[in-house]
């Protein structure tokens, strides 16, 4: 079970942090992704981390999201600071075995979160 947490609203240039937390799964073992989706359009990937912390970001997030995870407390986060507009959606954090190759593609995740939404006024 994967449960996500920290959205919520903020103004252009603020910053939040997103958490979710794994359980009754091997989170060590994992790849932990995030994604998100706008209003009315298509889910898409965010970041990605590996169980040994190497990282991986979209071009429209990088420099401005950090990933990073605890082993010791299962929990993935994504720390984003000057946020825009754009960046409203519904973020989803989601897991795979750390063996995959593709982060970026929904379908290689086996476990998804809930989703927290994230909304930034301008």
């Known amino acids: 079970q994967l449960q996500a947490s920290g959205g919520g609203l903020v103004q252009a240039g603020g910053s939040l942090r997103l958490s979710c937390v794994v359980s009754?799964?091997?989170?060590?073992?994992?790849?932990m992704g995030w994604f998100r989706q706008a209003p009315g359009k298509e889910r898409v990937f965010v970041s990605a981390?590996?169980?040994?912390?190497?990282?991986f970001y979209a071009d429209s997030v990088r420099g401005r999201f950090t990933i990073s995870r605890d082993n010791i407390k299962s929990t993935v986060y994504l720390q984003m600071n000057n946020l825009k507009p754009d960046d409203t959606a519904v973020y989803y954090c989601?897991?795979?075995?750390?063996?995959?190759?593709?982060?970026?593609?929904?379908?290689?995740?086996?476990?998804w979160g809930q989703g927290t939404l994230v909304t930034v006024s301008s």
């Open positions: 981390i590996k169980s040994g912390g190497n990282q």
């Open positions: 009754g799964r091997i989170f060590s073992e994992k790849t």
């Open positions: 989601a897991a795979q075995p750390d063996s995959g190759s593709f982060f970026w593609r929904e379908n290689e995740y086996e476990y």
